[in-house]
């Protein structure tokens, strides 16, 4: 009984001192986790509290700007506000201007819708050689426009005045190169709304494939009269090729049409597409000031803090910017900030200009182990075939090392585009994790330390776009 008694005892002795035990590593564990956010590195907590500044200065503008379509006395009035804002940290600020077709997208669409119902009339009527031509003439013109921004339709469509903004900090010593921060000022129009029917699954992703059915279509009809040796005879294609090429052409013009019809709307007043990264070039900016004030600027980087018009109408304005400002280009690189909304969904994107245009994949990854270093889930990403565009496309175009760090990534609704893009939506953990990642980059760029890379630790090759379209 004694021996009973006594094992009892020992047992609940055992449980007590168990919950004990588990109490006390439990404790244990919460020590060790509020040590390792002590120990955290320097470089993850100077943005933080420099995002606050960032946001305060993006509600500003904000209130203060308003919608502001490229090429319009809306933009041009931001461009010269935020110029006030670089004058606060350089004494090197201009603004320049230069002729943009604003509406290019527009004008293209449209063009789109009347080329696919010229092509089914041509092929109704037994002129496939005629629609053949109509269909390889704009799809090379459209191609054009994608990839490098020059067609023959360019030259037809109304031009407007775009107004970018840059300032300078100089090294102390010799500049060896040139890093470019970038963001653009211009808003797009207010994308539609329909989010059920077949309407909500039309785009001009819908209306690019239609068109190309329509397109091969006509070439098909082209090599069926041409054996038949009825080639330039009018006469009815037949009921299959006509209702096949009906429905495309229909297809094409409903999906040209509703996104033509969107862009026709009223314009967003930007906030994180992209008065973020307006926000995030000028706070950095003013960051860097201030270390050149207490004698500890960099040493051989000049920086170059500038915002573009015209980014929503192809790069327009930002293409300008590089063409005339090569001779401050030392050695280049740009960071371009577009899009800063949610810190989950951050990527340095290595592709741009609708998929057509490679950005620097070497950077990208530089920038994106950069961050993975300092604890933050930054990937790389690519823009897909009518992903959009950034202005780190008419940086690669120049020859300049370029990448763009955005938070827009496909398949993930943003407000990009909307009425609901108001501050609220952005989120200030993105704008604090896209400065301590620049922070650290520009420290290794002045020391001329070289990352390695590691592409197997990336996720890279995820498409991205900017646009609901």
Request: aromatic fraction near 8%; hydrophobic fraction near 45%; charge should be neutral.
């Amino acid at each position: 009984m004694t021996v009973f008694c006594c094992s009892v005892i020992f047992q609940i002795m055992g449980n007590r001192f168990g919950k004990i035990g588990e109490l006390m590593q439990r404790g244990l564990k919460k020590l060790k986790k509020g040590n390792q956010v002590q120990a955290e590195p320097a470089e993850n907590v100077k943005a933080p509290r420099l995002s606050e500044e960032a946001y305060s200065l993006l509600c500003s503008l904000f209130e203060d700007l308003g919608p502001r379509p490229a090429a319009t006395a809306a933009s041009r009035n931001a461009a010269r506000r935020i110029g006030e804002v670089f004058g606060s940290f350089s004494d090197d600020v201009t603004v320049t201007t230069g002729r943009i077709v604003p509406a290019i997208g527009k004008w293209m669409l449209l063009s789109a819708i009347i080329a696919s119902i010229l092509i089914f009339i041509f092929i109704s009527i037994g002129l496939p050689i005629v629609a053949s031509v109509v269909g390889v003439l704009f799809t090379v013109s459209a191609i054009n426009e994608l990839r490098v921004r020059k067609n023959p339709l360019r030259s037809v469509f109304p031009s407007g005045e775009a107004a970018n903004v840059h300032a300078v900090i100089e090294p102390e010593g010799v500049a060896e190169r040139t890093l470019i921060l970038s963001a653009h000022h211009d808003t797009a129009a207010v994308s539609r709304t329909e989010k059920e029917g077949i309407l909500s699954r039309l785009s001009a992703k819908t209306g690019a494939v239609s068109f190309l059915i329509l397109a091969v279509l006509s070439i098909f009809q082209l090599v069926l009269e041409l054996i038949q040796g009825r080639l330039f005879g009018v006469g009815f294609p037949g009921w299959i090729v006509f209702f096949l090429s009906f429905f495309s052409s229909a297809f094409a013009v409903l999906s040209f049409y509703l996104a033509f019809a969107s862009s026709l709307s009223a314009y967003t007043s930007g906030a994180g597409d992209n008065l973020s990264g307006v926000a995030v070039v000028a706070t950095l900016g003013r960051y860097y000031a201030e270390l050149s004030r207490q004698g500890k600027g960099l040493a051989s980087t000049r920086l170059v803090f500038v915002s573009f018009d015209g980014e929503e109408c192809g790069a327009e304005g930002s293409a300008i910017w590089y063409r005339d400002n090569s001779h401050i280009l030392v050695n280049p690189i740009n960071v371009n900030f577009d899009g800063l909304y949610d810190a989950d969904t951050l990527a340095f994107l290595s592709s741009d200009g609708n998929g057509f245009v490679p950005l620097s994949s070497s950077l990208a990854s530089r920038c994106s182990l950069l961050a993975i270093s300092m604890g933050y889930k930054v990937q790389t990403g690519k823009l897909g075939f009518l992903g959009g565009a950034t202005d780190a496309v008419s940086a690669s175009m120049a020859g300049v090392e370029a990448t763009t760090l955005t938070s827009m990534a496909s398949g993930i609704e943003t407000p990009a585009h909307t009425e609901d893009d108001t501050p609220d939506k952005v989120s200030q953990e993105a704008l604090s994790i896209a400065m301590a990642v620049t922070i650290k980059l520009v420290e290794e760029l002045d020391r001329k330390e070289a990352v390695e890379e590691k592409a197997g630790l990336l996720e890279d090759g995820k498409k991205y776009r900017l646009s609901r379209y």
